[in-house]
């Protein structure tokens, strides 16, 4: 038999958690309607109820092996079922928070979970750093305008201002930069979910269209029985497009993406449709979590403010320097374009990898993760069985 | 004296639609000569009353056979003097709108239904109350807070109080309780006992006449008239009481049991009420080596939901948890304070008391089954879990672990005594003495006698499921199976302080009534303001004591030569001692077994060749008779071959009437009584039990005499039974109509 659990309430961790948003864990009185009511919870992993315990307790080594927190889906059920109104759907969100910055290896991540302070801080600094690359250097920005002469002032040549060489190398390295730092989170968060658990190397290979499949379309989601589910999906399956969109020309298309004048390119149209998409589905969920109609975004926790905040000015800031550009406003066009970096930037360097985008990885992770945990546990059974019935094959 | 007897036949709710009324009036006339014999339409009306009535005055009638409604409806209206013998006759409910109109079988029933009520009501006689002179002071046993509440609501309620305490000091547990658990809103923390204001209300109350150091070393007589010998100190005191709260309290499940859970394995394992001196010495260390205290273990259910040990959930030790946690949080909000349950039970708002507590920072709860204690040498105790809410066995290391020890009733202390003994009145004395060597002259209580009942069925209170008297506690609380004496608190049932202190009301509520009905001759529940009561035909007594045996009352007291010898206000007029009197010579006034007989006798057996049969329903008055109406009520139907006779209680059928009927060429006998068993449905308690026994009896003897003993049948009913109540007749008719028709008809 495999030895008890030695329970040692981790106290800090206890604080930690309830300082990311689990501020009623301790309501909860393991009564399990949570599970009934889940959609998405099983017999294996039996969320949101033996989590609640698991943080009530401190037990955080338990809960960094778990992946059930990665096949919540927040869809709310649960805590609109609870009785004590311990609010599990939160506290399964603010675990994602707490296992985010844990699975990070710098401890930014920790910094910004604990405080508003940190967090905006870092993201002022980081804005700090383009508002500087756009002043300071004399061949870039603000600098090489001064030097390029008067006809980039009275018509728009990005060029002169912002090379598009220079900010594509520099756009590639700040993509591998981020994926980095991303993967190796995900890593360190795949050895928690796996290590000393004997699993057979094909059950990786078998179960791996999982995390592909998952990842893309995030389709767990819509077993949630929720009225508001398919709303939610759709919106984040727009969302999601958009960004993609955004993303892909910002990183690949650079070159075609940053016109130089005041023309109309083909990729303005892309433009127009990521931005249009952003812009209503980040004004949507902000509503909501104003109005705090939705089970989902009845807590707001710093974090989720912001990360709309930022997605919803950085597309705003995005059109408004292309509608200067083609209104063939060179200076305010200049301006806008650093200000678009500077919220874009910090955005994405706090959030990909420290912060609440990181899921894009993490959860299909965990669902792969789950599924092979299980398909090695089936195998474990079923030759623990066959041991069973040959010994008293043996023994008869 | 000859009865002048009035007939009074209703023709509404659609009794003279469905039947020949006039051949009813036909039947009263001339077949039982009764000299005044009136139909009206309406008899329940001012009306009809007003023609009774009438009658009644001018000195036609003094004896009334009201053939309407069911005996149970109309009660408002149809009241007369006592004096005057009242008979009625169910037309409505079980006659006619629970069979068919206008037809034949219909007919007769009504007729048989008549002719058992008139042959009933000329062998009855008018009741007398027994005589007696009555005290109205109440006796309180125990002093806890149940006791003290107990004498004060009487002392208030304006009956005087003797309370009786064998400890020094009064106030029982909440003494050694630091706190109580909250009962007003917020319900948030502990509060104080209040013990002081409670006692003085009590001393200070001038009708309450307040004895400590004080053990009952005799308690004799009846409601009303309990002659209780007190002794405190070497001096002997006697009191006339008419009724006794036994309020006895608990106390711990016994910790030598407890070993399985760690107990006595080291100091660090304590009970909650050992706890409960820690907390009030504020020593906040461990017990074996003064180490502070930075984790602490509850367990709760210690003893308590286990078929091993007590069966039932001791409703207390959760909040008591709680409040000891509460303890802890304030005095060292740093320990860790874990507390393993099966179930948390925290009754009614002890829920936000539970919210409370769990919301500290220190305070942690799972659900588990603690399967192995063990001590290490640094003096931690090491608990292993399983079956836990973490899904795995979970081992948790602490310095103390406090056990949550049920609640065993004191009133389990006379059990070893309450085997049914010869008690007789010659024998008092050396029961005294054996009391007296129990109780020991020091007064000390050492888990004896608390009563001392002289009663012949044993010195206690009879203990019933889990050990508590407590005999019907469905639809009865407070009864036990000893009229008079009514169990209130934690003697009763596991209970908190709150339900104590409202447990301690009901009780004298009870004792109230109890007296006052004495005071009128009258019954307590459930005859509630009968009457009558048994007399013994003694010269024909042959001593055979199944009466004195049987009552389940402990009515019924001996001589040395094993004669019964009634104590009416003890007795419940049930009637079992008159079933089970072989000699028959036990009888009511209005209740014997002559008047049944004669019952059976009126009922008119139709030949075999007309191939109907007769079967005989006799129902429990309780709630097989009501069901019945209630079914008619329903209009439900059922076969019209059956004749129903009320009975007391099943226990009273006495077997001789099953040999007249089936003598009769009746062809079937039912009886329908409540439920028995550990539910205590029977409204006394054994009375359809011993007639489920007896007519097993019965049984043997029909098969010597050649007839089939499956025309004997007995069922069981409660009042929602109803609308099954119909089937089970039908199923039994359609047995009896397969067996065939009696072989003794016509003899
Ligand atoms: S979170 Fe709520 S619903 Fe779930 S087990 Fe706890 S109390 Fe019950
Ligand atoms: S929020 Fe929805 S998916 Fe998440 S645990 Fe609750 S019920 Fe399950
Ligand atoms: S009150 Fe609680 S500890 Fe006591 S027996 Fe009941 S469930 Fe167990
Ligand atoms: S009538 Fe009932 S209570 Fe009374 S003496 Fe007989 S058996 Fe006992």
């Known amino acids: ?396 | 004296m000859d009865k002048k007897l009035g007939a009074y036949i209703c023709g509404g709710c659609s009794i003279a639609e469905s039947i020949d009324v006039d051949a009813l009036v036909q039947i009263a006339r001339t077949e039982y000569k009764v000299p005044v014999c009136r139909t009206h339409p309406f008899l329940c009306g001012p009306e009809g009353l007003a023609t009774i009535r009438g009658d009644l005055a001018n000195h036609a009638v003094d004896a009334l056979v009201l053939a309407a409604c069911s005996p149970r409806a109309k009660t408002d209206a149809f009241v007369f003097d006592p004096s005057v013998v009242l008979e009625r006759v169910n037309l409505r409910e079980q006659v006619v709108w629970s069979h068919k109109q206008r037809d034949e079988d219909t007919q007769m029933l009504a007729e048989d239904a008549l002719r058992m009520s008139l042959a009933k009501v000329g062998k009855v006689e008018p009741l007398e109350p027994a005589p007696g002179e009555i005290s109205t002071t109440v006796l309180i046993v125990g002093g806890g807070l149940t006791g003290l509440t107990a004498a004060a609501e009487a002392a208030e309620a304006g009956y005087d109080a003797v309370l009786v305490e064998k400890e020094e000091r009064l106030g029982g547990h909440l003494a050694d309780v630091r706190r109580v658990p909250p009962v007003r809103a917020p319900f948030t923390a502990a509060r104080s006992s209040d013990l002081p204001q409670r006692i003085e209300r009590v001393t200070e109350n001038p009708n309450v006449n307040v004895f400590t150091s004080t053990n009952i070393v005799r308690t004799q007589g009846q409601p009303g008239m309990f002659d209780v010998t007190l002794q405190t100190g070497d001096e002997r005191s006697t009191h006339r009481v008419g009724a006794i709260v036994a309020a006895t309290g608990w106390k711990p499940y016994d910790t030598a049991k407890l070993g399985y859970l760690g107990y006595g394995l080291s100091p660090n394992v304590v009970t909650n009420l050992e706890f409960e001196k820690i907390a009030a010495a504020e020593r906040w260390t461990r017990p074996s080596d003064g180490k502070p205290l930075s984790r602490v273990l509850f367990i709760q259910c210690a003893g308590s939901r286990d078929p091993n040990h007590l069966p039932y959930c001791s409703t207390i030790c959760c909040t008591e948890a709680l409040k000891q946690v509460q303890y802890l949080h304030e005095s060292c909000p740093e320990t860790e304070v874990y507390v393993v349950y099966r179930d948390m039970v925290t009754p009614g708002l002890y829920e936000r008391y539970y919210r409370t507590v769990q919301d500290h920072p220190a305070a942690f709860f799972v659900k588990g089954d603690v399967s192995q204690v063990r001590r290490d040498s640094t003096g931690d105790v090491r608990v292993t879990l399983d079956h836990t809410l973490f899904g795995e066995t979970a081992e948790l290391v602490v310095d103390l672990v406090v056990l949550a020890t049920g609640m065993v009733p004191n009133s389990t202390d006379g059990q070893v005594l309450n085997l049914p003994q010869e008690a007789s009145s010659a024998q008092a004395a050396s029961q005294v003495a054996e009391a007296e060597k129990k109780n020991g002259t020091s007064g000390a209580h050492d888990a004896t006698g608390i009563l001392n009942l002289a009663y012949r069925q044993g010195l206690e209170l009879p203990l019933l499921r889990d050990g508590f008297p407590d005999s019907n506690f469905v639809c009865f609380p407070y009864e036990t199976l000893r009229t008079g004496i009514y169990a209130a608190g934690a003697a009763r049932a596991p209970m908190d302080a709150a339900s104590a202190e409202e447990d301690a009301r009901g009780a004298v509520m009870k004792a109230i009534q109890c007296i006052e009905f004495a005071r009128r001759g009258q019954a307590v529940h459930p005859r509630a303001g009968d009457m009558s009561y048994p007399s013994f035909f003694l010269q024909r007594c042959t001593q055979c004591k199944r009466c004195t045996v049987e009552c389940p009352f402990g009515a019924l007291d001996e001589d040395e030569k094993g004669t019964p010898k009634l104590n009416p206000n003890r007795c419940r007029r049930c009637g079992i001692c008159m079933g089970a009197c072989p000699e028959r010579i036990i009888s009511f006034k209005n209740y014997s077994v002559e008047i049944i007989a004669s019952i059976i006798k009126a009922v008119e057996v139709p030949e075999e060749d007309e191939e109907k049969p007769r079967i005989l329903l006799f129902m429990c008055e309780n709630d097989a008779y009501p069901a019945l109406d209630a079914a008619g009520l329903a209009r439900l139907q059922y076969d019209p071959a059956v004749r129903v006779i009320p009975v007391r209680c099943l226990g009273s059928v006495n077997v001789v009437w099953i040999a007249d009927a089936l003598s009769r060429g009746i062809d079937g006998v039912m009886l329908l009584g409540c439920k028995h068993g550990d539910d205590y449905q029977c409204h006394f308690a054994k009375g359809s039990e011993l007639a489920t026994r007896r007519l097993e009896n019965v049984k043997e003897t029909l098969s010597r005499l050649q007839l089939e003993p499956e025309r004997i049948e007995v069922g069981q009913v409660a009042m929602e039974d109803y609308t099954k109540l119909p089937a089970m007749i039908d199923g039994f008719m359609a047995r009896i109509r397969e067996i065939g028709p009696n072989p003794y008809k016509g003899f």
Request: charged content about 15%; glycine content about 6%.
């Open chain 1, 1 to 396: 038999m495999a030895e008890p659990l030695l329970v040692n309430p981790d106290r800090q961790f206890i604080q930690d958690v309830l300082r990311n948003g689990a501020e009623d864990v301790k309501k909860c009185y393991q009564c399990a309607t949570c599970t009934s009511a889940c959609p998405l919870s099983t017999e294996e992993y039996g969320f949101p109820r033996k989590q609640m315990l698991l943080a009530q307790w401190g037990l955080k080594d338990q809960l960094l092996e778990d992946p059930s927190p990665w096949l919540c889906f927040y869809c709310g059920d649960c805590s609109k079922r609870c009785p004590r109104k311990a609010n599990p759907g939160e506290t399964m969100m603010a675990l994602r928070r707490y296992l985010t910055s844990q699975y990070d290896w710098t401890g930014l991540s920790r910094l910004m979970y604990r405080s508003a302070f940190w967090e905006l801080g870092i993201l002022a600094v980081v804005a700090g750093v383009i508002v500087a690359l756009f002043t300071l250097p004399h061949n870039f920005g603000f600098g090489l305008l001064d030097r390029s002469g008067p006809a980039a002032l009275s018509t728009v040549m990005l060029d002169r201002f912002a090379p598009v060489g220079i900010v594509d190398w520099g756009d590639k390295i700040l993509a591998l930069l981020l994926g980095f730092l991303l993967l190796s989170n995900a890593a360190r968060m795949f050895l928690k979910l796996t290590r000393g658990r004997n699993i057979p190397a094909h059950l990786y290979i078998n179960e791996f269209h999982r995390l592909v499949v998952q990842g893309l379309t995030q389709k767990r989601w819509n077993a949630c029985a929720s009225n508001e589910t398919v709303k939610n999906w759709l919106r984040h399956v727009f969302l999601v497009s958009g960004y993609a969109t955004m993303f892909i020309l910002v990183v690949l298309f650079l070159p075609w993406f940053q016109v130089e004048n005041s023309s109309i390119h083909w990729t303005s149209f892309l433009g127009y449709y990521a931005t249009a998409v952003l812009l209503a589905t980040t004004a949507w969920i902000l509503f909501d979590r104003i109005r705090k109609n939705t089970e989902m975004h009845r807590f707001s926790h710093f974090s989720d403010w912001l990360f709309p905040i930022l997605l919803f000015l950085a597309a705003f800031t995005g059109i408004l320097l292309h509608i200067l550009r083609v209104l063939n406003q060179p200076m305010p066009t200049y301006v806008i374009y650093v200000v678009h970096l500077a919220i874009v930037v910090p955005m994405l360097v706090v959030e990909v990898p420290f912060g609440k985008w990181g899921h894009l990885l993490y959860r299909p992770l965990a669902i792969y993760v789950a599924a092979v945990r299980s398909k090695a546990r089936e195998l474990a059974a079923q030759t623990e069985g066959v041991a069973v019935a040959s010994e008293a094959v043996a023994s008869s």
